[in-house]
């Protein structure tokens, strides 16, 4: 079936470096991904979409990177704050309507 | 205002009674998703619905039941709640399956 993984590790980063998180998916080729912010006992919220012609996308610090070869897309945060400590979520649909949520990183960026 | 809201927010049941929660959008969006949120696990997909009277099965959707009759609210329904259900759950919708999703405040369920 398929399957996106991110680092079950949290990822500590002092402030004012850059944070890279990574989303490897297995047994499927989508057409895009999408990166989601969740902060603790709240619902996800939409951050970045990339669809596989567009090997970078960027808002104002962020910046996503889609492999279709390397079945994989990264997440990139410059510049982190304290208030950019959070999970983030990288998901697919299947082409259909079925979506697929990777389990997420944890971010923490100490002052 | 833009939103998805959720009811009840909190709730606390036995094994086998009946439960609803409640989910509503006011954005005129044709796709809706239930799904729940477990500890390593993330978010699994229960319910979606394409649009009115149209649903189908995510990946865990076992012992949970959904209908759309209306294109703004997307009820779950827990028939026979079991304490395996016991989970934080959202509901979110979109324009289109694809586009980006907008999530409901959460409900977290405990069944005893």
């Known amino acids: 079936s398929q399957k996106i993984e991110q680092n079950s590790e949290a990822l500590n980063i002092q402030e004012g470096k850059t944070a890279t998180l990574t989303c490897n998916y297995t047994n499927y080729s989508p057409a895009y991904l999408q990166w989601y912010r969740q902060d603790p006992g709240r619902g996800p919220v939409f951050l970045l979409l990339?669809?596989?012609?567009?090997k970078e996308k960027r808002k104002e610090r962020l910046k996503v990177t889609f492999d279709t070869t390397l079945k994989q897309s990264l997440f990139h945060i410059t510049a982190s704050q304290p208030a950019d400590s959070a999970t983030y979520l990288c998901?697919?649909?299947?082409?259909?309507?079925?979506?697929?949520f990777g389990a997420g990183t944890r971010l923490f960026v100490k002052a | 205002e833009a939103q998805v809201t959720q009811n009840p927010r909190y709730l606390i049941t036995v094994t086998g009674k009946k439960l609803t929660v409640t989910c509503s959008q006011n954005m005129n969006h044709e796709y809706m998703s239930w799904y729940r949120q477990d500890p390593g696990l993330g978010l699994r997909q229960i319910y979606y619905s394409m649009n009115v009277e149209v649903t189908d099965k995510g990946d865990v959707p076992e012992g949970y039941k959904v209908s759309r009759k209306e294109k703004r609210n997307f009820p779950l329904i827990l028939e026979s709640p079991s304490p395996n259900q016991t989970s934080l759950y959202f509901c979110?919708?979109?324009?289109?399956?694809?586009?980006?999703?907008?999530f409901g405040p959460g409900t977290r369920l405990t069944v005893l």
């Open positions: 979110a919708s979109s324009l289109v399956a694809q586009n980006e999703q907008f």
């Open positions: 998901v697919f649909n299947t082409g259909g309507f079925k979506t697929i």
């Open positions: 990339i669809r596989e012609n567009e």
